[in-house]
């Protein structure tokens, strides 16, 4: 029922920033909690934020707090992670995720969420 479509990540350099975005289409439940996952190369899929579908509560992973921050600009269907001070390490397939209207947004478990964009390749160079 809905579609995430995560336009372009990007390729920088270490202590860079960039932000992603995700847009969604389609009708489903307006009470949907929605994050970010990522995967790198040779490593398990790794939670990275999550955000309630009011946006009053967040959960970061302790990796990324301080660094990243999620927001939700509901006039478009969108959210956003903004990366800052990129490692290396972080180099990744980033995904966006929604869930059904369950609003989860403290569940960390790949399985929990519903709805995947199709990936964001973001490469960090040292």
């Known amino acids: 029922q809905l579609q995430l479509v995560e336009p372009g990540g990007g390729l920088l350099q270490a202590g860079g920033p960039l932000r992603l975005s995700c847009a969604g289409s389609?009708?489903?439940?307006?009470?949907?909690?929605t994050g970010w996952f990522r995967h790198a190369p040779g490593m398990e899929r790794e939670f990275v934020v999550a955000?309630?579908?009011?946006?009053?509560?967040?959960y970061y992973a302790d990796s990324v707090k301080g660094r990243f921050t999620i927001s939700r600009e509901y006039a478009k269907s969108t959210v956003y992670l903004q990366m800052d001070t990129l490692k290396p390490e972080e180099t990744a397939v980033y995904y966006c995720v929604v869930d059904r209207g369950r609003n989860e947004w403290w569940r960390r478990e790949p399985g929990y969420w519903d709805y995947w964009g199709q990936g964001t390749q973001v490469t960090v160079s040292s």
């Open positions: 389609g009708r489903i439940s307006s009470m949907n909690a």
């Open positions: 955000i309630s579908w009011s946006g009053g509560s967040t």
